[in-house]
Structures are given as structure tokens and as C-alpha cells.
């Protein structure tokens, strides 16, 4: 008892730390906040900048209807460009790259991608005042984390509003920035800060993005406010010539991200990830030259055109084509600054990582002879070969600060995989049991020393070498004791397999391999979960050719569902009264007892005329049918198969009122297949006598493959992201969150009751103990590479996605476990036995 206390306390601390784990290495912020300010050169062309963000503006609408100012501007005032964004492109990151030349920061996951949890330097910052003007949520994101000197005004969060009728009222948002910035121009302030350098005018302007959403970018609204925006530009423009002097501001329009012809944004293509830039002003060339760039190298540009410093975890490398000739001197320092500050991110980098923390590296050291050669170059007023030598820093000082970023990742998942290895060695020898009757006394003695000492080594080096960072000890300190015990575990125990037949062993290692292939090949790809049903069929035949019409059949008819369209939210009548007439027809033919009979038909009856929209079914009912549904179920006979046709036509009904396509088919079907393998198997186990670690994997597979099936087999997890109240107008169709979300849940959760229920029913007529150690040894087994999938790169659905199927797949032991504890009381509690119970105890009295 006290050795499965440890036990189970350990994996409880291996899985913890694995799901933190895989969260920390994938989502920990890249912001470093010690690392020192390059200060500016001396010489900046422009004293303040005007910076115009039109959010969700594509780039290929801009082009194809080009504004006329901009259009003007681009062809004879200035330089422009695309500026190519990353995934994801939403408003946030895009802003957070164009501001802090930083992309996406992976640890807003865990404020649900709506702020970044880290404070960041941005030009706004290191600016010597920054006035922005614009959307709530954008605004406030720069003023939070400010030094006092970025001042922030936003209006009504209300006005934000994606409806299609109301797009007339859109050409607000943006009109309140312009004379949000004219009325300032008339305040003491604007006179005060006339004369000064370093100033940024931050111009946040949401109408495309909402007419985008809500009209597409290629409508005429859209255009039009295209069109306005140009006009406020020109109009900004000629008061801030008039006001500050001209030859003395520099002007900048571009945006955070662009939008897919059917108005959404997030992914990656070319759409939506192309965005116009147009740079003007005091010190920018004239010619109309064009000079594609990165998003983040807007940040530097934005520093050097004002002559303030880089921001600290700037990634841009400085687009120096974009300044006039006049000023190549000062743009071959300012790309020595950008340089620099690269390198102290470097620096950051390697020191958190504990790589060599007190001496630098090679990188560090060949970064430090271009600088130095750069700096060779200006010393001799070689402007160009020291632009040239400066841009080449820049390429390989991103090369380096990527290679340590990587270098990190890479260590904390071997520690990682090293651990969890680990753990699933201790598991399997934990469900073998199989104890060495004669222990190598020497070898587990060298082990009790060498690990515990590697452990003292690590934590003696990490303490010499200075680093503050105490990731990498603790994944290390957990890695070498799950590698010891586990080590310990194959020592004291031999082989599992060696009194199995061989071909019985071949047969199923390998279907239980290919089964977890599939497994893990479904939770992308429905088709597979098919290819596992059918590779189920094959094992057994080959196991014990005991494989009946009836179930191969209902095997083949349960494949059908996984290569079909996933159920959609609009509901399809015809189908759902096709599966209640199945249902009718299999109480009539299997149900001996009259009173369940005519309950069954009656309670099918009303579900279809509620269906049909005979009955209101949503004021009671549908909440009665589903209410009663216990009591159903412990009206049938505890005999395993009645019992278990029992539950499917107990469930069947609430099930049909939840369901708009072919689910009930499938409910049925899955039934009978399932029916089918518990005859099968119960045979096949009393035939076999004793049950092997063998037999358990291929079982856990089975049921862990039928628990995926339940999720994926007609696409019902997107039910629950859906959250169409089509799914529940049977019984609530006010909007109500919490109710609709608990129905939909129910919807899901049952046909895994049903798997559940058989699962208890061939643990309790076959097995001494439970398979669920087992089922935790596959799931784990499936985990190891799905961790490796889990990335902080990408859209936010593919990030979320791949964070979803390791979590189901790591959580599906807890699931099994859970569903035999609720299959128990629908399996065994009956009615005819608490009746006899009362009547013996009245008796007695």
C-alpha cells in the first residue's frame, strides 16, 4: 500500500511537470529586461515623427486602389515598401513589432492573447514624449508599462461595433484621431514641445479593420475609408509642416497586419500577412524608391529617423536604404547602434541559458570583430564599407541570438523527454510486476552512486558558473532522478515477455505500435480512427480467429463514420428520424419485456414529434426525457448485454434531441460494435485462462481508440467551439452560456459513458484488477511525441490546436478513470434487487 502511495504521488509530479513543463520551454517570454541601452548617434534628421497605423490594411487593396495623396507621396516625396508581418497577424503583435520590433511574446497564452504579461521598451519609451491617439485596446497596451512620457487617449470601447448595418457610424473611429491630434496641436502642451527632439505622434486608426470584418476588403466602404484616411493624412500633414517649420518631421504610414478576401486575419497568407509601408519627411530619400522589409525593422527606422535609442529587445535590422544620402554617415552609426544593441541581447541570451556564462562565445567573439571592424571603417569616413560591414553584423547576430533561443529549447525537452522516458520505464515495470528473484547487488549499488553524484555535479557547476537562471537545473533535477528510479526498476525486475509465445508477442507489440500510430495520426486526421477499427478486426483474427459476421459488419459500418463531413450546426431532420425509427425498430425486435417496451416506443415517439417541431418540447418536455433517463437504465436487467442496449436506448432519446445529423446512427452503431466485441472478447478471455501484460496493451489501445473515436467520430468537438444554439433548441433557446455549454458537454459525453460501461464490464467479468495503469502507459507513450508538436509559432489556431491534442492525449487516462467510476452505478444498480432489499427488511420488522 505505501509503495503505490510513492508510486501514484510520483506520476502525479511527472505529469504536473511535463504540462508545466511543455507550457515554460514553449511559452516563456524572450523579453530580457537588464540588458543596457545603446545610446543614439548625434545627428538625427527629423526632431519628431508622425506615425499612422491603419489597422487591418492589406496591402494588395492598397495597391490595386491606391489613395491619391499616399499614391503621390510614394511616386515623389518619399520611400515605401511591403512590410512583410508575421503569424499570428492580429492587431497586438503586429503593433508590438512595429513599436518594440518584437514579435509574437509567447507567454500571452496565459492572458488568453489579449496583453502581453511582460512590459517591453518600445520607441514610444525611449522617446522623450509620445502623444497616441485611438483604439482601447490598442492604446493603453503602451501607456501601462511607460516611463510617464507616453500619453494615451482612446475612445469608447462602444464604438467598436462589427455590425454590417452600422457602417456608416465606422468613419467615427478614426475621425476622433485626427481631431483628437488637432485639438491637441491647439493646447499649451504642443508649444511647449515644439522645439524639442526625440517626439512621437502616435495615429491608431480601426475603421478598415471593422469595415473589413464586417464588409470585406474589397468593398466599396472599405475603399472609402481608405479614401478618408489619405485625406486626414494630407490634412495632418500640411498643419504639422505649418506648425513645427518645415524639413523637420518625418511621417510614416503602414499597418499591423492585412486581411483575406473574406475578412478575417490570423494565419499566414500572403493577404494577410502584407502590409503597405510608406516612409516621408525630413532626412527620408525623394525619389520614390522602393525597399521591401521585416516588420520589426520598422522599430529601428522609427529610432534612427528621430535619434533616439534602439529599443532593448529590438529584433528589426535598421532598412538604412530608406534615408536620404545626406545622412549615410549618421546611418552607418545608427546601424553600429543596432548592431550593439543585438549583441546585448546575445549576450542576455547565452548568460540565461548558462552556456559559459562567465567567458563569451565563439559567436560573441566574431560579432565583436565586425563591430570593431565597423567601427575601423567610420573612423576612416569609409561610410559605405562600414554600412556594409554593419549590415553584415546584423545578419549574424540574428543568426546567433536564433541559435541560442533554440539551444534553450533544445535542452529543456531532452530534460523533458529524458524524464518522462523515464517515468514510462517505471510504469511498464510497475504493470509487469515481474520481480528478479536474484539482484545484481553491484550494479544497483554503482547506480545508487553515480546518479546521486551527477546530480551533485550539476548542481556544483551550475552554482560555480554564476547563472542566475535555474531552469535548466531543475528539468536536469528531475530528469537524472526519473532516469535513476527507472534504471533501479529495470534491475530489480526481468524480462515481461519472456514466457510468451513469440508470435503471440509479435502480433501484439506491433498491433498495438499501429494501432498508437493511428492513434496519434486521428487526432489530425479522422480517417485514421477508420484504418484503426479495421486494424482491431485484423489483430483478433489473427489472435484468435474468433471473429464473428456481426462483428466485422458493425466494424465496417462504424468505419463510415470518420470519412464523413463533420456535423454542422444546421439541422438535418430526415437523418435524426431515420435513427429513431432504427431505434424503434431494434426494441421491437430485441426488448422481451412488455412495460420497457412500451416505455421505450413512447419515450421514441414523443423525441420524434419534438423533433419535428409537433411538440415544444423546451418548457418540459425534453428536460423530463432526459431527467428520466436514469431510471430507464435501472429499470433493465444487470445482465452485461441487456444492461448495456439498456444505456444506448436510456441515452438514446436525450442524445436525439441534442443532435441535428447522423449522430444517433452513430450511437447505435457504435452500440452494437461494441456489443459485438464484448461477446468476442469474454469468450476469447475465458478460452485463454490468465491475462497477459500483452493482452492489457492491446485492450487499453482498444479503448483508448474507441474513447477518440467518440470525440472524433462525427466532429463533435467542434460542437462545443461552435456554441450554436441550434445544438439545443430543443430545450433552451434564450442565450444562455452556461446551460447551452453543459448540454453540448453532454451531447459529447454520451457516447464515452457507453465506452465506459463496456470497458467496466470486461474488467469486472475478466480481470483481476483494472487496465487503467495500461491505458496511462499508452497515453503517455502518445504524449512523448505530441509534445514535440506543441509550438509557440503560428497562428493562434495552430497553436491552440496543437496545445489541444496533447492535453486530450495526457488527460486520457484521468477520462478513463473517470468513466468507470460513473459506468459502475449505471452497470450494477437495479431496481428489482433494492425492491426485494425492502421487502426482506419489512419482513424482518
Not at 9 to 28: A, K, S, T
Not at 104 to 123: R, Y
Request: proline share 5%.
Amino acid at each position: 500500500m505505501n509503495n503505490n502511495f510513492w508510486f501514484a504521488l510520483w506520476g502525479l509530479i511527472m505529469h504536473i511537470i511535463l504540462l508545466v513543463g511543455v507550457m515554460d520551454v514553449n511559452f516563456h517570454s524572450p523579453i530580457i529586461k537588464e540588458l543596457p541601452i545603446v545610446p543614439a548617434p548625434s545627428g538625427a534628421p527629423a526632431k519628431r515623427l508622425l506615425l499612422f497605423v491603419a489597422d487591418g490594411l492589406r496591402f494588395q487593396t492598397f495597391i490595386e486602389k491606391p489613395p491619391p495623396y499616399l499614391r503621390d507621396t510614394m511616386k515623389n516625396r518619399g520611400v515605401w515598401g511591403i512590410s512583410h508581418t508575421r503569424v499570428p497577424t492580429e492587431s497586438r503583435p503586429g503593433h508590438v513589432a512595429i513599436a518594440a520590433g518584437l514579435y509574437e511574446d509567447p507567454s500571452a497564452i496565459f492572458k488568453g492573447w489579449q496583453q502581453n504579461p511582460v512590459d517591453f521598451d518600445s520607441v514610444f519609451n525611449q522617446s522623450y514624449a509620445t502623444w497616441a491617439w485611438g483604439s482601447p485596446d490598442i492604446i493603453p497596451m503602451f501607456t501601462k508599462g511607460s516611463k510617464r512620457n507616453v500619453h494615451g487617449k482612446s475612445y469608447p470601447a462602444t464604438w467598436q461595433n462589427f455590425d454590417a448595418n452600422l457602417s456608416n457610424e465606422t468613419i467615427r473611429l478614426d475621425s476622433w484621431v485626427f481631431d483628437a491630434y488637432l485639438e491637441w496641436l491647439q493646447s499649451p502642451v504642443a508649444d511647449v514641445v515644439k522645439s524639442q527632439s526625440g517626439i512621437i505622434l502616435f495615429f491608431h486608426l480601426l475603421g478598415c479593420d471593422t469595415l473589413g470584418h464586417s464588409k470585406k476588403p474589397h468593398s466599396k466602404e472599405y475603399v472609402e475609408n481608405m479614401n478618408y484616411v489619405d485625406k486626414r493624412i494630407k490634412e495632418a500633414v500640411n498643419i504639422t509642416e505649418h506648425f513645427f517649420g518645415e524639413n523637420t518631421t518625418a511621417y510614416m504610414f503602414t499597418s499591423d497586419h492585412g486581411m483575406t478576401d473574406w475578412g478575417s486575419h490570423g494565419s499566414g497568407l500572403p493577404s494577410e500577412t502584407e502590409t503597405p509601408l510608406i516612409v516621408w519627411g525630413a532626412g527620408v530619400r525623394s525619389s520614390g524608391f522602393r525597399q521591401d522589409v521585416e516588420q520589426a525593422s520598422i522599430t529601428p527606422l522609427i529610432a534612427s529617423l528621430i535619434g533616439i535609442p534602439i529599443p532593448i529587445n529590438n529584433e528589426g535590422a535598421l532598412p538604412w536604404q530608406y534615408f536620404d544620402r545626406n545622412y549615410y554617415e549618421y546611418v552607418a552609426h545608427s546601424l553600429l547602434s543596432n548592431v550593439k544593441q543585438l549583441a546585448h541581447q546575445i549576450t542576455g541570451n547565452r548568460v540565461i541559458s548558462c552556456q559559459n556564462s562567465s567567458e563569451q562565445d565563439w559567436r560573441e567573439t566574431q560579432l565583436n570583430d565586425k563591430i570593431r571592424k565597423a567601427e575601423q571603417h567610420l573612423s576612416r569616413r569609409n561610410v559605405m564599407a562600414g554600412i556594409q560591414e554593419g549590415n553584415m553584423a546584423i545578419s549574424f547576430s540574428k543568426e546567433a541570438l536564433l541559435h541560442f533561443r533554440q539551444s534553450q529549447r533544445i535542452q529543456f525537452l531532452v530534460c523533458l523527454s529524458i524524464m518522462w522516458l523515464g517515468w514510462i520505464v517505471i510504469l511498464f515495470f510497475k504493470i509487469a510486476e515481474t520481480k528478479r528473484q536474484h539482484s545484481r547487488p553491484f550494479r544497483l549499488k554503482l547506480l545508487n552512486v553515480g546518479f546521486p553524484s551527477l546530480l551533485i555535479i550539476i548542481l556544483v557547476r551550475h552554482i560555480m558558473s554564476n547563472c542566475s537562471n535555474w531552469r535548466f537545473p531543475s528539468y536536469a533535477f528531475f530528469a537524472i532522478i526519473s532516469a535513476w528510479l527507472a534504471a533501479n526498476s529495470y534491475y530489480m525486475s526481468t524480462s515481461a515477455f519472456a514466457d510468451i509465445n513469440t508470435m503471440k508477442l509479435v502480433i501484439d507489440i506491433g498491433g498495438t505500435l499501429l494501432l498508437l500510430v493511428m492513434l496519434f495520426v486521428g487526432l489530425t486526421y479522422r480517417f485514421a480512427l477508420s484504418i484503426g477499427i479495421i486494424l482491431l478486426i485484423l489483430i483478433q483474427l489473427a489472435k484468435s480467429k474468433d471473429v464473428t459476421a456481426f462483428m466485422t459488419w458493425t466494424s465496417l459500418a462504424l468505419c463510415v463514420f470518420p470519412l464523413l463531413p463533420i456535423v454542422e450546426p444546421y439541422p438535418r431532420v430526415y437523418i435524426v428520424i431515420i435513427g429513431i425509427c432504427v431505434a424503434i425498430g431494434i426494441v421491437i425486435i430485441y426488448e422481451v419485456s412488455l412495460s420497457r417496451k412500451i416505455i421505450e416506443i413512447l419515450r421514441l415517439v414523443i423525441t420524434s414529434f419534438v423533433c419535428m417541431e409537433f411538440i415544444d418540447g423546451r418548457y418540459w418536455i425534453s428536460w423530463i426525457i432526459l431527467l428520466t433517463t436514469p431510471l430507464c437504465i435501472w429499470y433493465y436487467p444487470i445482465e452485461t448485454k441487456k444492461r448495456t442496449l439498456g444505456i444506448m436506448l436510456g441515452f438514446f432519446c436525450p442524445l436525439t434531441l441534442l443532435s441535428t445529423s447522423y449522430e444517433p446512427l452513430f450511437f447505435v452503431t457504435l452500440t452494437f460494435n461494441l456489443l459485438s466485441w464484448l461477446e468476442v472478447t469474454s469468450t476469447t478471455s475465458r478460452s485463454s485462462g490468465e491475462r497477459s501484460i500483452t493482452g492489457d496493451l492491446i485492450r487499453a489501445a482498444f479503448f483508448m481508440l474507441y474513447v477518440l473515436l467518440c470525440f472524433f467520430g462525427t466532429g463533435n468537438m467542434a460542437s462545443i467551439s461552435s456554441f450554436d444554439p441550434s445544438w439545443t433548441r430543443h430545450f433552451v433557446t434564450i442565450f444562455s452560456p452556461f446551460l447551452m455549454t453543459s448540454l453540448i458537454i453532454l451531447k459529447l459525453s454520451i457516447p464515452l459513458i457507453l465506452v465506459g460501461c463496456v470497458s467496466y464490464s470486461l474488467e469486472s467479468e475478466n480481470c483481476k484488477k483494472p487496465i487503467s495503469l495500461t491505458v496511462l502507459l499508452l497515453g503517455d507513450c502518445l504524449s512523448l511525441p505530441l509534445m514535440y508538436f506543441v509550438t509557440p509559432h503560428g497562428s493562434w489556431l495552430d497553436i491552440g490546436t496543437a496545445i489541444s491534442k496533447f492535453v486530450i492525449v495526457i488527460s486520457l487516462p484521468c477520462l478513463f478513470v473517470l468513466l468507470r467510476c460513473l459506468s459502475r452505478p449505471l452497470m450494477k444498480l437495479n431496481f428489482a434487487r433494492v425492491r426485494v432489499g425492502l421487502s426482506q427488511k419489512k419482513h424482518i420488522v
